[in-house]
């Protein structure tokens, strides 16, 4: 089965400094990779999905990813994060027809 | 609004109640699911539908019963609940890779 692990449970930043969001997948088969943001008391919000091709994924609200099939890796970065992107931001691989998420980073940004 | 509606969005019961969460969709998506959101623990997959038949059930407590009685909409019951059983509730659907979340219910047992 393939298993997602997130690398880091709390990233603190400063606004307008960069952020960098890691994760790792563990799968023996094409995968399908997602990156999720969940705004407090909101749902999950696609912020990007790796499907084929490119490797560089851009995504919502200025995101991108970088898909790494030999660190078999799909970390989340920002140039530059705003007090809005406050935030847990989940990782998900598509398992079959289901997504299995990460345990989640929560970003908080301060002035 | 994302597409996926649920209701409740906040629900308080007590251990001897019954109550159901609704979902429903309207984006002509062929899978519904329920997830369960604890705290500090990565989603839970609870129940998978695909064209209103049950293709999983991962290995959830019987005090949670789904019910999908069409393809947009997908019910969860509940019935003798535990406190830890609090958690927040989200329903998703799907066609292909495109995954849609509702905002949840927020439930909790006391």
């Known amino acids: 089965a393939q298993s997602v692990t997130q690398l880091d449970s709390q990233v603190p930043v400063f606004e307008e400094a960069p952020v960098e969001l890691r994760c790792n997948y563990s799968s023996s088969v094409s995968v399908y990779l997602f990156w999720y943001v969940q705004y407090p008391n909101q749902g999950l919000q696609l912020l990007l999905k790796y499907l ?4 560089l994924v851009k995504g919502i609200n200025g995101f991108e990813a970088e898909f790494n099939k030999s660190q078999t890796s799909f970390h989340l970065r920002k140039p530059s994060v705003h007090i809005s992107d406050t935030a847990e931001y989940f990782c998900a691989v598509n398992n079959d027809y289901k997504l299995s ?11 | ?6 209701t409740p969005r906040h629900l308080v019961m007590g251990m001897t ?11 002509g998506h062929n899978a519904m699911y329920w997830y369960k959101q604890s705290a500090k623990k990565p989603l839970e997959l609870m129940f998978v539908y695909n064209f209103k038949e ?31 059983d609090s958690a927040l509730y989200l329903c998703a659907s799907s066609q292909g890779d495109g995954y849609t979340f509702g905002s949840g219910t927020r439930l909790t047992v006391v």
């Open chain 1, 52 to 55: 084929s091709g490119s490797t």
């Open chain 1, 101 to 111: 998420f990460g345990a989640g980073t929560t970003v908080t940004v301060r002035a």
């Open chain 2, 1 to 6: 609004e994302t597409g996926v509606t649920q």
């Open chain 2, 17 to 27: 109640n019954k109550k159901s969460l609704k979902c429903e969709q309207h984006l």
């Open chain 2, 54 to 84: 049950q293709t999983e059930n991962n290995s959830v407590p019987s005090r949670f019963s789904p019910e999908c009685p069409n393809s947009s909409h997908l019910f969860l019951h509940l019935h003798t609940l535990q406190p830890e």
